[in-house]
């Protein structure tokens, strides 16, 4: 019987002990979500982690890293379960309803001027009503990568980019421009045509906010008619385009398949690792003949949450995190633009590759800004993907999705 | 009534195991059907009350009832192929033949993966441009011309499915041989010599002993295949255009991509109440059979 009386006691034990949470020890703890950039494997979160807390003894980082297209989903359900990392890298574009769900800490109320001062102007993106709510860590641009053995002269605009595709096209060798219309964590290519077609996805309030979807007027269904004729009726894209989505794109171009690809800076570092021999060079995102040229411009920011404990410790690893040669190994290590002035005028950046991103920048348009982004971008790619697979005609599917759009976030 | 000293310690034992059901199971189950009645927040935290207004909504959601209905027609297909293929599988597996535990393990392997593995191996394996399938059935003559599996609705649903079964088929196989290899060889022997063929012996005898196995599997399957996240949310990501979406995977664009907890919470709830009422339907024919 006592035998018995004492495994029970054990197992309760045991029990007991599995709910305590590990009692640590004195030393400050921060945990940071970092997100899996597609570029070349490489170790930079490790090597930060290494570097800081060597500087800052007692100070420990916990590092999480999250690949892209699970990233929003897994940070919300660990807002929702009150286990919010201190800080976490996040799409920009998400930050609204972040923000809206009261777990965003505004970056000035704890970080010295000096520390905003230090990014170029269209990195800071998460600048809402005056307040910086995300710390900019990636920025890119988006251009034309082309075969430079089949084209000599890139095509700057869709009617060119058009003939070269004609041009080069080899039926079941050679596709002359990719396409994707497989879900992604971005709304890719259908921005980059809206945007060179000054075409935009919300009408602006004269307040600045965002109001009604207006995708579905003249310069949202040419730019969706356009790449649906680039599939069906021109047929110089990949077939079956709904199989694909960026990542099987950029393969496709680094098998050799493709003579075309509208993507960012990391494909760059992509090429180098995985098709050195290939022949490529870079130009400005191509746009529709008569309308302004415009591309894609992306940032993502670090954004600590409300609930980190230990502000003056994040404040430390973000001014640590911040220097020159971290931030050239990031945007070298991931292929992307320089976020801080200082950066930007390294020589890394003065190259035939990296002077189409640099040189679009002042005209770049970014994601809009709206707390209901992912119900738009899930929306907006079940419209293409009807277009291109010709389930619907394009109007019909941009009317159908504003509609569902404008329902979604309340707008009249 | 005097308990034992035995009976009790049987209490304070049972405790552990009684919060952690009610703790992971019991409360979850109560949040969300609370939440199913509630407007929520973007964090799933309750602010309002929303009565029937997130079933009323799903109700009139005709994406909703398709999906609802392509999840019946996705399990019975898939459930009904898993049955019968499993069968003959099982019954090819109980034949005496060389190398036949060779062949029994290997057939475990598809159902021994994890499986978002296998979806994420099935994924590449359909890709039209490097996959596998498409070269075989092309070299092999089989098939010149073959379908870009995952671009157009029907062929990606089609192509789900079989990933399901695939996964799915090795459970069959194995717990429809190990109810064979229950069956006495007497009964086929007695079969034999009041003259019965194959066929014969195998409705007669086969079918009957092996119901209450088939009924139990198939209930076990139909609650696991209506509930299959992993291949549709990999091998498709529910395209293209939410057409091999199941209402597993609409429930979870739903709650964690939209972050719409209350009518998150209602699908779920329809699932759990569709799933339930299958269970009990069942469980009367099982009990009877077994009876």
């Known amino acids: 019987m006592r035998r018995r009386i004492a495994l029970a006691a054990g197992a309760a034990l045991c029990i007991g002990l599995l709910a305590v949470p590990a009692l640590g020890g004195g030393a400050v703890s921060i945990r940071a979500v970092w997100m899996e950039y597609d570029a070349r494997y490489n170790t930079f979160w490790q090597q930060l982690k290494k570097d800081f807390e060597a500087a800052n003894p007692g100070i420990t980082v916990d590092t999480v890293i999250v690949p892209w297209s699970e990233g929003h989903d897994r940070l919300v359900t660990w807002i929702a379960g009150n286990q919010a990392p201190d800080l976490a890298i996040v799409g920009t574009r998400w930050i609204l309803e972040f923000n809206k769900m009261g777990v965003v800490e505004p970056v000035d109320t704890f970080m010295p001027k000096a520390f905003t001062h230090k990014f170029i102007g269209p990195a800071l993106e998460a600048r809402i009503g005056g307040r910086l709510y995300g710390v900019p860590v990636a920025l890119s641009a988006r251009a034309l990568y082309y075969r430079s053995d089949l084209i000599k002269t890139p095509p700057r605009t869709w009617q060119e980019m058009l003939a070269v595709a004609q041009r080069v096209a080899k039926p079941g060798s050679l596709y002359g421009i990719g396409v994707s219309g497989k879900k992604f964590a971005e709304l890719t290519e259908y921005v980059y045509y809206l945007y060179g077609n000054g075409g935009d996805f919300f009408v602006t309030n004269p307040d600045g906010s965002y109001g009604r979807c207006r995708v579905n007027d003249a310069a949202g269904v040419e730019a969706l008619q356009f790449m649906t004729d680039l599939v069906n009726k021109y047929k110089v894209t990949e077939p079956n385009v709904a199989e694909n989505d960026r990542g099987t794109l950029q393969d496709l171009f680094l098998a050799g398949k493709l003579a075309m690809i509208e993507t960012g800076p990391w494909f760059g570092g992509m090429i180098q690792e995985r098709a050195k021999s290939l022949p490529f060079a870079v130009a400005p995102m191509p746009h529709n003949q008569g309308k302004p040229q415009h591309t894609l411009l992306v940032t993502d920011s670090i954004i600590v949450f409300k609930s980190a404990k230990h502000k003056d410790a994040v404040a430390k690893f973000l001014e640590f995190a911040y220097n020159d040669r971290h931030r050239l190994e990031f945007d070298k290590d991931f292929g992307m633009l320089p976020v801080v002035k200082t950066v930007a005028r390294n020589a890394y950046f003065q190259t035939p590759f990296y002077r189409p991103f640099i040189e679009q920048l002042p005209t770049a348009k970014p994601w809009p800004l709206v707390a209901e982004w992912s119900k738009v971008e899930d929306v907006m790619w079940d419209a293409v993907t009807s277009a291109l697979l010709r389930a619907k005609s394009p109007r019909q599917a941009l009317t159908d999705a504003c509609r569902e759009i404008d329902q979604a976030r309340g707008v009249k | ?291």
């Open chain 2, 1 to 291: 009534m005097r308990l034992s000293a035995q009976e009790r310690l049987a209490y304070p034992l049972l405790v552990p195991a009684a919060a952690l059901i009610g703790a992971l199971i019991l409360y979850p189950i109560g949040a969300t059907i609370v939440t199913a009645f509630a407007t929520t927040d973007k964090l799933g935290r309750i602010v309002g009350v929303a009565g029937w207004r997130n079933f009323q909504a799903l109700a009139a959601d005709p994406a909703f009832w398709q999906i609802f209905r392509r999840t019946f027609v996705w399990t019975a297909i898939a459930v009904a192929v898993k049955t019968t293929a499993g069968l003959a599988f099982a019954l090819l597996l109980n034949l005496p033949f060389h190398g036949r535990r060779a062949v029994r393990l290997l057939t475990v392997i598809p159902w021994a993966l994890p499986y978002p593995i296998s979806a994420m191996i099935w994924q590449w394996t359909y890709n039209s441009q490097f996959g596998l399938l498409n070269r075989f059935l092309q070299a092999t003559g089989l098939w010149p011309h073959p379908p870009a599996w995952l671009a157009s609705p029907g062929s990606a649903f089609a192509a789900n499915l079989i990933v399901d079964i695939w996964i799915g088929l090795p459970f069959f196989a194995l717990v429809f041989l190990a109810g064979l290899q229950a069956i006495s060889p007497e009964y086929h022997e007695a079969a034999a010599i009041d003259g019965a063929g194959a066929a014969a012996r195998f409705a007669a005898v086969t079918l009957p002993f092996l119901r209450p196995v088939i009924v139990m599997a198939s209930l076990l399957s139909v609650i696991w295949t209506f509930n299959d996240f992993s291949v549709p949310y990999i091998v498709t990501k529910g395209g293209p255009i939410n057409t091999t979406d199941i209402l597993v995977t609409h429930l979870y664009k739903t709650a964690f991509q939209f972050l719409d907890f209350g009518p998150a919470s209602a699908i779920a709830i329809i699932t759990f109440l569709t799933l339930l009422a299958f269970s009990l339907l069942y469980a009367r024919l099982y009990f009877r059979e077994v009876g």
